[in-house]
């Protein structure tokens, strides 16, 4: 029988897998590992070496020591706050796909008001975000010209 942190390490990686919505062909990718890997990994097959679950855990987004099973989840989110960071980043991503999109098709009008609404939302990270979608549609002019 496998030690119980292996057992979670495979039981945490395939949520975190799920939650992102990548399946194996994608989590290979991102994770910059074979396919086969991602099975053994999730199947709970293989148990990676420390340096190679300090790779996966970086690209996640997650604790180390949560993804290796070593510490549970609500001393992990206690100490470190990385699950909720995951998560929340998740949530930006497609908060800016879809706020990219509205800015791509906005009139200047429109503009404006995307821009009281970022302030208002987030307004400590306002500024980073409006020079992102500036420079999103920026790049898309210039493909537009060349």
Do not use: C
């Not at 086969?36 to 690209?59: D, L, N």
């Not at 990219?100 to 302030?119: C, F, T, Y």
């Amino acid at each position: 029988m496998k030690p119980p942190h292996e057992i979670k390490f495979a039981e945490r990686l395939r949520a975190e897998l799920k939650r992102r919505n990548w399946g194996q062909v994608v989590a290979a990718d991102k994770l910059k590992i074979s396919k086969g890997m991602v099975f053994s990994y999730t199947s709970g097959g293989i148990y990676p070496p420390p340096a190679k679950i300090e790779w996966i855990a970086k690209q996640l987004g997650v604790d180390v020591s949560w993804l290796s099973g070593v510490k549970d989840t609500t001393e992990a989110v206690k100490e470190t706050g990385l699950n909720i960071i995951s998560e929340e980043a998740t949530l930006g991503e497609t908060m800016m796909r879809q706020l990219s999109e509205q800015w791509k098709k906005a009139d200047p009008q429109s503009r404006e008001m995307l821009e009281r609404h970022v302030i208002y939302l987030w307004p400590k990270l306002s500024q980073r975000i409006i020079n992102i979608l500036k420079k999103t549609s920026s790049k898309q002019l210039e493909r537009k010209t060349a």
